[in-house]
């Protein structure tokens, strides 16, 4: 359950910092307090002391080493989301927990926990980062606890590092999933085929559908792996936008949820339209999107599939009628996090901003609104701004 957000000037936890004397002071007594620095030197993982401010006092050698490797020499008075570069930590009118996102973050319900005195608090954080421009997810798994020491309360969140762990879990998961409905079509099938009662023709065309969906899901979870350790070349080619979408829309009208739900999918463009970009790459980030979409979209609504230009930038966007929660639109992108009940689901926007931003250097966003629906979008660079980010 997420609390309410404060009264006031902020979207969650309060605002208002201490100022640079006020901080000097408190940073001092940390290192002159034998029980900070025992907290410190004794724990595993990342270690702060934070005030009631949230802001950083003093950190372990683990977690200064692992800052200084990410270019941040001091991150004394900062909050632990802009010291770990947290895309929401400039959102809010004063940084780091007081953005509308902050209020799904576990880190900052837990230090409001531990704050309130429910001391010691365990949680899971899970962050999306910008570092360098490049994007990338991460997951924590912290413990919260508050103190009183002679320069007043404290508080001392502990992280420990899970992303590698988590990425594993996700695309083990997801990968099992899909083999697993893949294989139990493919084995439904071949009982048809035994026992004689379906048109061999009808067969086959099943059997090479799920077979190249079988292939598909392979080289999809490949292609994340190999994208999350920078090792996917990018091939960059002109590609016209009108065909492009309607190959899409063409690969979208067998979708199962498009025929059960009696969806229509509408393309819109830009006649004539050329882009240079990796067609394989951009054809992932669309299909994701395009997929979200038919999934969330009612019986009978409308997917629209567009392209346009976005000044001199050209930009793709996929939109169905529905609109998200709040508490989906804060978290979407985050690789541990779906709607979707069934394991293993919910990679897909994950996909979208690895493959949309890292690989081909573009802007994958989002608008949510009862009023207009839910578009997703990818802005791709404008012609002459030089190869992708990261390559």
């Given at each position: 359950m997420v609390p309410a957000p404060f009264d006031g000037d902020t979207h969650f936890l309060p605002a208002g910092r201490v100022d640079e004397a006020e901080l000097r002071v408190?940073?001092?007594a940390c290192v002159e307090s034998?029980?900070?620095q025992a907290i410190l030197e004794s724990l595993d993982g990342y270690v702060v002391i934070l005030n009631d401010q949230r802001q950083i006092l003093a950190a372990n050698p683990t977690l200064?080493?692992?800052?200084?490797?990410?270019g941040l020499v001091d991150p004394l008075g900062m909050r632990w989301g802009e010291a770990a570069h947290c895309v929401h930590a400039q959102e809010g009118p004063d940084g780091c927990g007081t953005s509308r996102a902050c209020r799904y973050c576990g880190a900052a319900l837990a230090l409001l926990a531990a704050q309130e005195g429910q001391s010691p608090v365990s949680s899971e954080c899970r962050m999306s980062i910008r570092k360098e421009g490049r994007w990338e997810a991460r997951e924590f798994q912290l413990r919260a606890t508050s103190l009183r020491l002679p320069l007043g309360r404290v508080l001392?969140?502990?992280f420990h590092d899970i992303s590698d762990q988590h990425r594993r879990e996700m695309l083990e998961t997801a990968f099992l999933h899909d083999l697993g409905n893949?294989?139990?079509a493919l084995s439904c099938w071949a009982d048809l085929l035994k026992e004689g009662d379906v048109d061999l023709a009808s067969a086959a065309a099943r059997i090479v559908d799920l077979s190249g969906r079988l292939s598909d899901a392979v080289n999809h979870q490949r292609l994340l792996v190999q994208a999350e350790r920078g090792e996917v070349p990018v091939d960059l080619q002109p590609v016209e936008a009108d065909p492009f979408l309607a190959s899409l829309q063409e690969s979208l009208a067998p979708h199962p949820m498009v025929r059960s739900k009696g969806l229509h999918l509408r393309l819109r463009g830009l006649r004539g339209a050329r882009i240079t970009t990796d067609p394989?790459?951009?054809l992932r980030v669309l299909s994701n999107m395009a997929v979200n979409a038919v999934e969330a979209a009612g019986p009978g609504e409308t997917v629209t599939l567009a392209f346009a230009l976005d000044g001199t930038a050209p930009a793709f966007s996929v939109h169905n009628p529905g609109c998200?929660?709040?508490?989906v639109a804060a978290q979407v992108f985050q690789r541990s996090f779906s709607t979707k009940a069934q394991a293993g689901r919910g990679l897909g926007t994950y996909a979208m901003k690895l493959l949309g931003e890292n690989l081909l250097g573009g802007r994958v966003g989002f608008t949510s609104t009862?009023?207009?629906?839910?578009?997703f979008t990818i802005s791709l660079p404008a012609p002459g701004s030089g190869a992708p980010a990261g390559r």
């Open positions: 408190q940073v001092e034998p029980v900070a200064l080493e692992a800052l200084r490797a990410e001392i969140p502990v893949t294989l139990s394989v790459l951009l998200m929660s709040e508490a009862p009023e207009d629906g839910t578009t």
